[in-house]
Nanobody, 127 residues
């Protein structure tokens, strides 16, 4: 059974940092990319980042470039999202997602491409 379990969310002030973790099980992690999406009530889920199978290629939405860093440790079956210099607009529920083979530069941010989702972790950034 495929499972993605997120953790690390919380409440911080603007300018603060959080590190999200996603622990994967039930599938061959080395064959899958991992992404992060986020959702604010009333808005569609937004692709935040995606990391390749080997961890050598990553993609970010423009609003987080230079502030967020995605990484993976296949031995620990864990993907991380280091979030620095957080802003109130980063507030939302962050979801870990997965799909086979590749992030794909033109598609990584598309919701429909991912097979499995975690339950999400709440991030709240106050002004």
């Amino acid at each position: 059974q495929v499972q993605l379990v997120e953790s690390g969310g919380g409440k911080v002030q603007a300018g603060g940092s959080l590190r999200l973790s996603c622990v994967a099980s039930g599938f061959t992690l080395e064959n899958n990319v991992i992404g992060w999406f986020r959702q604010v009530p009333g808005k569609e889920r937004e692709g935040v980042s995606c990391i390749s199978v080997a961890g050598t290629t990553s993609f970010y939405v423009d609003s987080v470039k230079g502030r967020f860093t995605i990484s993976r440790d296949n031995a620990k079956r864990t993907v991380y999202l280091q979030m620095n210099n957080l802003r109130p607009e980063d507030t939302g529920v962050y979801y870990c997602v997965t799909k086979p083979r590749a992030c794909e530069q033109r598609r990584w941010f598309q919701l429909a491409g991912y097979s499995y989702w975690g339950q999400g972790t709440q991030v709240t950034v106050s002004p």
